[in-house]
């Protein structure tokens, strides 16, 4: 019986070591199986991250491609305002050269018409007239006088005949340039008187006289 008790132990003690190994070995498995998966893991994130990478480049260098053509563009733009900056600065000097001779014209017109004003001034200043009227004598102007009395109330009438000579004319000396010769005036001599009552008459004396009635005599003298 001990025998048998004691094969049974080193048979025991054996399937033990043995389970031992199997189970080593299964936790080494398993740690096989681990570590599988966990490089199937790395490759699948590798490939992951270089998939990721690639779109990542891809889109990156779209990035980099569309930045170039907008710096391209902007560079065109710059160039363009550049130009135009160039073009606004010349139509301003331009526009600053005319308004300086708009200026100087205006001061000009601004003097030329002050000179006029004050020569105008000074023209009407230094500019007179002088007018000097002759007139002839009475003898000489008119050659005879007829009375024609009338009688009763009726007016007694005066008849003045002018001589057919040549008057002296009017002189008129002007200082003003381009002096004109103006129309000589006519003389006119008007005296008036009026008619006396017959009571009047009677009373102021005694012997008859007749009402008297001067007309109004218009002659214009020759002028030479």
Not at 20 to 36: F, H, P, Y
Not at 130 to 141: G, H, K, M, V
């Amino acid at each position: 019986m001990k025998a048998k008790l004691i094969n049974q132990d080193s048979q025991n003690q054996q399937l033990k070591l043995k389970l031992a190994g199997l189970t080593q070995r299964v936790e080494e498995l398993d740690e096989n199986k681990v570590l599988q998966m966990s490089e199937d893991g790395l490759l699948e994130l590798r490939e992951k991250i270089s998939k990721e990478d690639d779109n990542t480049v891809k889109e990156l260098t779209l990035e980099v491609e569309r930045l170039t053509g907008r710096l391209k563009q902007l560079e065109g733009v710059k160039g363009d305002l550049m130009k135009t900056e160039d073009e606004y600065d010349l139509l301003e000097k331009k526009f600053r050269a005319e308004q300086d001779k708009a200026n100087s014209l205006s001061k000009v017109v601004e003097e030329m018409r002050i000179q006029m004003s004050r020569s105008k001034e000074k023209d009407h200043k230094n500019t007179t007239a002088t007018l000097e009227i002759t007139s002839p004598r009475a003898e000489d102007f008119f050659s005879s006088t007829t009375i024609i009395p009338t009688l009763g109330l009726q007016k007694t009438r005066i008849t003045i005949v002018p001589k057919p000579t040549t008057l002296a004319s009017k002189t008129k000396r002007c200082d003003i340039s381009g002096g004109l010769n103006q129309a000589k005036s006519p003389v006119t001599i008007a005296t008036t008187s009026r008619t006396k009552s017959p009571e009047e008459t009677n009373s102021s004396s005694s012997g008859p006289q007749s009402a008297v009635s001067i007309i109004t005599v218009s002659t214009t003298p020759v002028a030479e």
